[in-house]
């Protein structure tokens, strides 16, 4: 992928039909549903800019659990894990703050994934994992924070469906009861949508 077109796709300051027949014209003015959708698209165009295996490939064959950051530039599902985020942490801030506080997220990460792509030689997907992984807690922390939750009954909450989800993978399937009783907003939220408690 050329550089500069992941410059651009990354920075959101691509021209107008840069290529026949595509246009990156989506308007992310004025409300966080607007920047969503816009963040979106260009996490979509950048997957496919970036749909090219990465030369050499890996001895073993791509399966379940392998990173796919190591089979193609940028994955798809590593673009959708950022949107994924994006969306959730901005949904624990204040209505009135949400708007101005993803744009500042967005561009800080995406910043970094610029300075780092521009540094090294690595390809942009293993950067967007990576970054993502460093900054976890800047957007969960202070998502929370923004909201007025406990910043550590998050984590507890977090640690608590992590081990869940551990143990179902095991093929034990323990009782969602502690986490509908948790009274962090995001048990809450599962009790609302939870037909059972």
């Excluded at 001895?59 to 659990?65: L, M, S, V, Y």
Aim: aromatic share 10%; net charge positive; charged share 20%.
């Amino acid at each position: 992928m050329p550089r500069g077109l992941a410059s651009g796709f990354c920075l959101g300051v691509l021209p107008r039909g840069f290529a026949p027949g595509f246009y990156l014209g989506v308007s992310r003015q004025g409300t966080i549903g607007n920047w969503l959708d816009g963040l979106w698209l260009e996490l979509l165009a950048l997957t496919i800019a970036g749909s090219t295996l990465i030369e050499p490939q890996p001895q073993e064959p791509e399966k379940r659990g392998t990173d796919p950051t190591s089979y193609v530039v940028v994955p798809w599902c590593t673009a959708l894990r950022y949107h994924w985020r994006a969306t959730e942490a901005s949904s624990r801030v204040l209505g009135n703050h949400r708007y101005a506080w993803l744009k500042l997220r967005c561009h800080e990460e995406r910043t970094i994934w610029m300075e780092r792509f521009r540094e090294t030689r690595r390809p942009l997907g293993k950067i967007i994992a990576e970054v993502y992984k460093e900054r976890e807690n800047v957007w969960w922390n202070q998502a929370v924070s923004g909201e007025g939750g406990s910043t550590s009954g998050f984590l507890a909450l977090k640690n608590q469906i992590s081990s869940l989800q551990q143990q179902r993978r095991r093929g034990r399937y323990p009782p969602l009861l502690p986490l509908l009783t948790s009274p962090h907003p995001l048990g809450r939220q599962m009790r609302q949508k939870c037909a059972c408690h």
